[in-house]
Antibody
Framework: EVQLVESGGVVVQPGGSLRLSCAASGFTFDNFAMHWVRQAPGKGLEWVSLITRDGSITYYADSVKGRFTISRDNSRNSLFLQMNSLRAEDTAFYYC??????????????WGQGTLVTVSS | EIVLTQSPGTLSLSPGERASLSCRAS???????LAWYRQKPGQAPRLLIS???NRATGIPDRFSGSGSGTDFTLTISTLEPEDFAVYYC?????????FGQGTKVEIK
């Protein structure tokens, strides 16, 4: 059974940093690109970042470019999101999501349950 | 980037009725790479449809998708209680992948 379990969401002050993790199981992790998608409370879905299977290519939404860094550790079946210079507008549930196929641009067949990041003083 | 506009914003229907949700793209979606997700309150989104019309594993046949180019539709033939939720379309044919703003299907 595919499982994605996010962790690391907390309350952080504006300008602070945070690292989110996503533990994957039930599939061959290094065969699939992985993504982060966020959702502000009561709002819609916003794609944040992606990383290819081997970690060699990453992409970011303009809203987080230069502040967030996505990475992965295939030996530990884990995905990460390093978030720096956090702003109030980064407050959201952050989901990790698995692509269906091996190509990085694809739909998401599995999602984690999400972890809440709150940026507030 | 491709902007997806979903309509209506909210659909008020009764159980057993038919729902029709629209997703319109600002430019043609490559190869009909359009997916639909359902999100129940407090839960993560769940894949319903990919490739505009292909039901995901385990999705009942009351859900159907259609369309191509810039206009896509998700139809729920007979609403069940668990279908009252928010629905999102997503295009994954052009980078970055983008989502529509969602349509809420609520009980009338």
């Amino acid at each position: 059974e595919v499982q994605l379990v996010e962790s690391g969401g907390v309350v952080v002050q504006p300008g602070g940093s945070l690292r989110l993790s996503c533990a994957a199981s039930g599939f061959t992790f290094d065969n699939f690109a992985m993504h982060w998608v966020r959702q502000a409370p009561g709002k819609g879905l916003e794609w944040v970042s992606l990383i290819t299977r081997d970690g060699s290519i990453t992409y970011y939404a303009d809203s987080v470019k230069g502040r967030f860094t996505i990475s992965r550790d295939n030996s530990r079946n884990s995905l990460f999101l390093q978030m720096n210079s956090l702003r109030a507008e980064d407050t959201a549930f952050y989901y990790c999501a698995k692509t269906r196929g091996t190509y990085y641009l694809d739909y998401f067949d599995y999602w984690g349950q999400g972890t809440l990041v709150t940026v507030s003083s | 980037e491709i902007v997806l506009t979903q309509s209506p914003g909210t659909l008020s229907l009764s159980p057993g009725e038919r729902a029709s949700l629209s997703c319109r793209a600002s430019q043609s979606v490559t190869s009909s790479y359009l997916a639909w997700y359902r999100q129940k309150p407090g839960q993560a989104p769940r894949l319903l449809i990919s490739g505009a019309s292909n039901r995901a594993t385990g999705i009942p046949d009351r859900f159907s998708g259609s369309g191509s180019g810039t206009d896509f539709t998700l139809t729920i033939s007979t609403l069940e209680p668990e279908d009252f939720a928010v629905y999102y379309c997503q295009q994954y044919g052009s980078s970055p992948a983008t989502f529509g703003q969602g349509t809420k299907v609520e009980i009338k």
